[in-house]
């Protein structure tokens, strides 16, 4: 079993590793989670998309949760914003198709099209 | 909604956007009393009295100036369908609790679902905010206390890939065992 004590050998190490990032660096993932965003399954995406994070230990990425962002009928609604880009906003996501915009878009820097609020309208 | 850990996750959202910065979460499956509840306490601003009332009836208020939430009306539509119920009290400027029962063997009962999931999604995104998560099953319990983890991890963030898939496992099999007799 896991527990509270595991923290602190993972506090020393990941202090060792990690020179402090600045936020304003970072990829920002942001998942729309009213009642309209996690009754259409944001929850499975957000945790999709954590779990890619942590597999591909990419340090510099935020994930964090907004209210609703104004388009319930595509949720779940994810933007992504990368430092010196525009923001890309992908709708109707599941946790299949977040991995794949983790792997091309945050990785490679492909943003995939055909997830987009573009390719939907 | 398809699970009740939805719900949960629901309202909690409800209380971050109130600005808590303490919640807690007590989730107990009795089956004795054959009863599934939980209970949401915040200590975010809270909500006058004509705003509880018309937060329980939207429907009966006849406001349009604004959309109507659905969060609690759909949380208490599916207590109701149960033979349970919600109830809910709220000071302004001191926070609010709110609590739900559902018939635990109820047909109409949705299943509790992923809480780990829940919870991993909801107390690493909102690091600030202390969380205090119980979970009892009959005899069986755990908490969780944010506060503990922060402690030992001083600046080290909850999103940090080793403690993510860290907090991820511990509650998986936290939650596991709860059904393990
Ligand atoms: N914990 C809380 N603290 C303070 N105010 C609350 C709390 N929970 C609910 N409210 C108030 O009650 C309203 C209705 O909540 P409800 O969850 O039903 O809908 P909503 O959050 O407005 O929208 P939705 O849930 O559909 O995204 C909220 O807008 C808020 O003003
Ligand atoms: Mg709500």
Known sequence: ?121 | MKELSLHILDIMQNSIVAGADRISLTLVEDSHADLLSFRIEDNGKGMPKEMVQSVMNPFVTGRTTRRVGLGIPLLKAAAELTGGGISLSSREGEGTVIEARFGLSHIDRQPLGDMAGTMLGILTSYEDIVFIYTHRVDEQEYTLNTQEMRDILGDVSFSQPEVMLWLSEYLNENETALYQK
């Open chain 1, 1 to 121: 079993m896991k527990s509270l004590a595991d923290l602190e050998a993972i506090r020393k190490k990941t202090l060792d590793q990690v020179t402090l990032r600045k936020d304003e660096d970072s990829v920002r993932i942001v998942v729309g989670m009213a009642t309209c965003g996690i009754a259409a399954g944001a929850r499975p995406v957000m945790n999709a998309f954590m779990e890619e994070v942590a597999k591909r230990g990419l340090e510099n990425v935020t994930i964090t949760q907004t209210g609703c962002i104004g388009m319930c009928r595509l949720e779940p609604i994810v933007e992504i914003m990368v430092p010196g880009k525009e923001k890309v906003t992908y709708v109707k996501m599941s946790p299949e198709k977040a991995a794949r915009v983790v792997a091309e878009h945050i990785v490679n820097g492909n943003v995939v099209a055909e997830y987009t609020v573009g390719a939907a309208e």
